[in-house]
């Protein structure tokens, strides 16, 4: 990219000042004229090149043709402006100014618009690399998949080392120590049965899809089971309260019975059965003693009868 500007002359003549790169170089070239389209030649021409790095170097143009003046600037490598500054004198001792400039973004390397092939073979050469050659098609037109199916580009160079680098192992063992051990506590602790689960799925999902899922059978012989350990455990708690009843002497009354509520009353005695009429009286079986616990829940009872009975007289 190339800028420039240029200020028109104070006086009547006409001088075009123009400014290219080249190589390196700073080319300057100026081309002098009067009203009537005549060469002004023999002018005086001087001025100074500002460049980026504020420096200032003074130029001064030769005439090389009629009416034609150039001056060349060396050390224009560098990225950035060039500010070019003239002065013309003429032979009449009239004076002009002319100014313009010059913009450098680039590097020349990237003004390269066409490549290098000997110095690609040479880079191919010393690499072990490979040299392709253009496929064309009908038509002329370069086949660009035919020429790259030429070359391997993934393969690997057995001269290159690949690069290797050293890397701390502790966090990944640590790291693995504790997964383990939250593994063995789990194993140790946890017994998930997995039969179940399978089950609990398989019927969710049937209830979803919206079959009706009967109770399975260990189910019922399990709640039968219980069924029956229940009623062993009550005959045994029975069985035992019976052993431990006071002993009821013959011909005594019910002494001693305890009864709740601190009252003590003598239950009514059984009456003993009259033998039939008209026959012989049948072997009369002895009466089963009755148990602890009846005696205490009819006490119980009889307490809470009596106790209804206050609350009534009490009551207005």
Same mark, same amino acid.
């Given at each position: 990219?190339?800028? %420039?500007?240029?200020?028109?002359?104070?006086?009547?003549? *006409?001088?075009?000042?123009?400014?290219?790169?080249?190589?390196?170089?700073?080319?300057?070239?100026?081309?002098?004229?009067?009203? /009537?389209?005549?060469?002004?030649?023999?002018?005086?021409?001087?001025?100074?090149?500002?460049?980026?790095?504020?420096?200032?170097? &003074?130029?001064?143009?030769?005439?090389?043709? +009629?009416?034609?003046?150039?001056?060349?600037?060396?050390?224009?490598?560098?990225?950035? *402006?060039?500010?070019?500054?003239?002065?013309?004198?003429?032979?009449?001792?009239?004076?002009?100014?002319?100014?313009?400039?010059?913009?450098?973004?680039?590097?020349?390397?990237?003004?390269?618009?066409? /490549? *290098?092939? &000997?110095?690609?073979?040479?880079?191919?050469?010393?690499?072990?690399?490979?040299?392709?050659?253009?496929?064309?098609?009908?038509?002329?037109?370069?086949?660009?998949? %035919?020429?790259?199916?030429?070359?391997?580009?993934?393969?690997?160079?057995?001269?290159?080392?690949?690069?290797?680098?050293?890397?701390?192992?502790? #966090?990944?063992?640590?790291?693995?120590?504790?997964?383990?051990?939250?593994?063995?506590?789990?194993?140790? %602790?946890?017994?998930?049965?997995?039969?179940?689960?399978?089950?609990?799925?398989?019927?969710?999902?049937?209830?979803?899809?919206?079959?009706?899922?009967?109770?399975?059978?260990?189910?019922?012989?399990?709640?039968?089971?219980?069924?029956?350990?229940?009623?062993?455990?009550?005959?045994?708690?029975?069985? &035992?309260? &019976?052993?431990?009843?006071? +002993?009821?002497? #013959?011909?005594? /009354?019910?002494?001693?019975? +305890?009864?709740?509520?601190?009252?003590? /009353?003598?239950?009514?005695?059984?009456?003993?059965?009259?033998?039939?009429?008209?026959?012989?009286?049948?072997?009369?079986?002895?009466?089963?003693?009755?148990?602890?616990?009846?005696?205490?829940?009819?006490?119980?009872?009889?307490?809470?009868?009596?106790?209804?009975?206050?609350?009534?007289?009490?009551?207005?």
């Amino acid at each position: 990219q190339v800028i %420039r500007w240029s200020l028109r002359p104070t006086d009547d003549r *006409n001088l075009n000042l123009s400014v290219r790169r080249e190589g390196g170089q700073i080319k300057i070239v100026v081309d002098a004229l009067d009203k /009537s389209g005549e060469f002004l030649n023999f002018l005086q021409i001087v001025g100074n090149v500002s460049k980026p790095d504020l420096t200032n170097q &003074a130029v001064e143009l030769v005439q090389t043709a +009629p009416g034609r003046y150039e001056a060349t600037v060396d050390g224009a490598e560098a990225r950035g *402006n060039y500010f070019v500054n003239l002065a013309a004198l003429g032979a009449d001792k009239s004076r002009s100014v002319l100014s313009t400039g010059i913009s450098v973004p680039y590097s020349d390397e990237y003004r390269e618009l066409k /490549s *290098n092939p &000997a110095t690609l073979e040479t880079i191919a050469s010393l690499t072990d690399g490979q040299v392709l050659s253009w496929k064309y098609r009908h038509d002329g037109e370069p086949d660009v998949p %035919r020429t790259l199916d030429q070359a391997d580009v993934f393969r690997r160079d057995p001269k290159l080392k690949p690069p290797e680098s050293f890397q701390d192992l502790w #966090p990944n063992l640590l790291w693995l120590a504790a997964v383990l051990f939250l593994a063995d506590v789990a194993v140790r %602790r946890v017994s998930p049965d997995f039969a179940r689960m399978r089950k609990l799925v398989r019927d969710h999902w049937e209830k979803i899809r919206g079959h009706e899922v009967a109770p399975p059978v260990e189910y019922m012989e399990k709640l039968r089971s219980r069924k029956a350990e229940v009623g062993e455990q009550l005959q045994q708690q029975g069985r &035992a309260a &019976a052993q431990f009843e006071p +002993p009821t002497l #013959p011909g005594s /009354s019910d002494i001693g019975e +305890p009864l709740l509520g601190g009252s003590t /009353s003598p239950g009514p005695r059984p009456e003993p059965k009259k033998p039939q009429s008209g026959g012989l009286a049948p072997e009369s079986k002895p009466a089963e003693p009755e148990s602890y616990t009846n005696r205490l829940l009819r006490a119980k009872k009889k307490v809470w009868e009596e106790r209804e009975k206050d609350k009534d007289k009490d009551s207005p």
